[in-house]
């Protein structure tokens, strides 16, 4: 471990982390079951006939609060009623990927392949779906909050915040303010008394039903944060990869349906946040969506192109059609809903080789694991942050029968992602060479790579100016200076961060060599 990071943990600083290398883990797994043991029957959150058998392949996480141990997937089989059903029926209203149903519980592919769905979309509730940022890009987020708390003077206006952080930004004009202590009795209140006013969530993305008057107005501030060791770490070496923007837009789709849980119910729906605008006009970003979403996604796109909105105001009007049941704007909606149709299953190629290579790890058959996991590897092709960690993975179940090629192995990771765990033997820092053109011109052929139009690129550029605030978040801050470099024509990189030491040892350093120094 690296003294900065181990200083960070003692410290107990929010942000500092550390993953225990699978190589340590493996032989070092007579303490661990000494220390496990004697507290198996209380202290851990689940069953210990749940984790004993697969903890040799877990992949353990220190935080500052927390020693997190989780398997690569789940150990389903220890559930006799459960592997040995006949039938099995999975709910489930928004998935980033099918995958999961095969990879963690085992589900046959063929089954998943051949969901049971509605005829239709137009079952679901009524959204209006806006970016306020987008229709009027000059609008501050102080101007957004006013807007917000205005339509919070007649109803109740709902804000799902990421972070207690992004919380203490509405603290004083909220009427509550929830979380996991008091989020049930909130709720409630919600439900009972239409005129609360506003009322911040943090960190609830699903699991709370707001029907009717309980909310009609629905505000996503910013991006899902993930805040256990296991999703920390996830975020980290998903930097950039399409697998991390699924995965963000699936929390974010299952927020957006907090106040529709039915046809009957109707929202508008603010999506605020230059960084979760960004991500919305990924490219990519649409596919990840369900159908339903998109058909409004699409709805909310033709607002924006007709609608010359010179101020937030001009956006009441707007919002009135949806929460006054204007007959146009319900028919509008409605018909556009109806014409839906639900996509099949999307079901990664590797998933099935993911979960046989796990469970022929989990009866110790650890060359048919590595064999079934280089089969992952292989079969991504166009996503290398995820390739890489499933490299990791390879190196992991490589390690029990052949330490020297897993470590092979993982330096191979570790080149294609840094983020990853640092083999035995190290790497070697890399320095940067100036950029081979003049830094306009580098600066130009980047932006019209990375913005489909002006407009991306002022929400690109905002949501970096956003991250450039020097605090808690200091990843955040670290990689939006990175993001400068590029968006001005230099290249940059985080020598702490992806090799553990920079040149002052304590925070991630930005290098930003040119020939215009």
């Given at each position: 471990m690296q003294q900065s990071r181990l200083l960070d943990l003692e410290a107990r600083r929010r942000t500092a982390i550390q993953e225990v290398p699978f190589w340590a883990w493996q032989d070092k797994q007579d303490q661990v079951l000494s220390i496990l043991h004697p507290i198996s029957d209380s202290a851990l959150k689940w069953g210990w006939p749940l984790v004993v058998d697969s903890l040799p392949l877990c992949t353990a996480v220190i935080t500052s609060d927390a020693f997190e141990i989780y398997p690569p997937c789940h150990p389903t089989e220890t559930l006799l009623g459960f592997s040995q059903a006949q039938r099995r029926v999975y709910l489930t209203a928004t998935l980033a990927d099918d995958s999961v149903l095969v990879?963690?519980?085992?589900?046959?592919?063929?089954?998943v392949s051949r969901p049971i769905f509605p005829s239709s979309a137009g079952d679901i509730g009524d959204r209006m779906i806006l970016v306020p940022q987008q229709l009027v890009p000059k609008a501050t987020d102080e101007e957004v909050r006013d807007l917000v708390l205005d339509l919070a003077e007649d109803q109740n206006v709902v804000v799902i915040v990421p972070s207690h952080a992004r919380a203490d930004w509405w603290r004083e004009d909220a009427a509550l303010v929830l979380d996991r202590n008091n989020i049930h009795q909130g709720v409630?209140?919600?439900?009972?008394?239409?005129?609360?006013?506003?009322?911040?969530?943090?960190?609830?993305?699903?699991?709370?039903?707001?029907?009717?008057?309980?909310?009609?107005?629905?505000?996503?501030?910013?991006?899902?944060?993930?805040?256990?060791?296991?999703?920390?770490?996830?975020?980290?070496?998903?930097?950039?990869?399409t697998n991390l923007l699924g995965r963000q837009i699936q929390r974010l789709e299952q927020g957006m349906g907090r106040a529709t849980r039915s046809n009957e119910d109707h929202a508008v729906v603010l999506l605020l946040g230059a960084r979760l605008a960004e991500r919305l006009n990924a490219p990519e970003a649409r596919g990840f969506f369900s159908p339903a979403t998109r058909a409004q996604l699409d709805l909310a796109a033709e607002i924006a192109s007709e609608v010359e909105a010179d101020s937030l105001d001009d956006l009441h009007d707007i919002m009135e059609q949806c929460l006054e049941r204007?007959?146009?704007?319900?028919?509008?909606?409605?018909?556009?809903?109806?014409?839906?149709?639900?996509?099949?299953?999307?079901?990664?190629d590797t998933a099935s080789a993911e979960r046989r290579a796990f469970?022929?790890?989990?009866?110790?058959?650890?060359?048919?694991?590595?064999?079934?996991?280089?089969?992952?590897?292989?079969?991504i092709t166009d996503d290398a942050a995820t390739q890489a960690l499933q490299r990791q993975r390879l190196a992991s179940y490589t390690n029990f029968f052949d330490p020297s090629g897993a470590q092979q192995t993982q330096k191979t990771a570790n080149l294609a992602n840094r983020r990853l765990l640092r083999?035995?033997?190290?790497?070697l820092y890399e320095?940067?060479?100036?950029a081979s053109r003049p830094q306009g011109e580098q600066a130009s052929s980047w932006l019209q790579a990375k913005y489909t139009s002006g407009n991306d690129l002022l929400l690109g550029f905002k949501a970096v100016l956003q991250d450039l605030d020097w605090g808690p978040?200091?990843?955040?801050?670290e990689q939006a200076v990175r993001d400068l470099a590029e968006h001005i024509g230099h290249i940059g990189q985080r020598p702490e961060d992806t090799l553990g030491r920079g040149p002052d040892g304590d925070g991630a350093q930005v290098i930003l060599p040119s020939s215009a120094h």
């Open positions: 990879r963690h519980f085992g589900a046959a592919p063929e089954s409630e209140q919600l439900r009972k008394n239409p005129q609360l006013g506003l009322v911040v969530l943090i960190n609830r993305y699903d699991g709370i039903d707001l029907p009717g008057d309980a909310c009609h107005v629905l505000v996503l501030d910013g991006l899902p944060e993930a805040l256990d060791g296991p999703e920390r770490l996830t975020q980290a070496r998903l930097t950039g990869s204007d007959k146009d704007w319900v028919a509008y909606s409605k018909g556009a809903l109806a014409q839906v149709r639900y996509d099949t299953s999307r079901i990664a469970d022929a790890a989990l009866r110790g058959d650890y060359v048919v694991a590595a064999q079934e996991q280089q089969t992952v590897v292989n079969g083999p035995l033997t190290g790497v320095r940067l060479k100036a978040r200091t990843p955040q801050f």
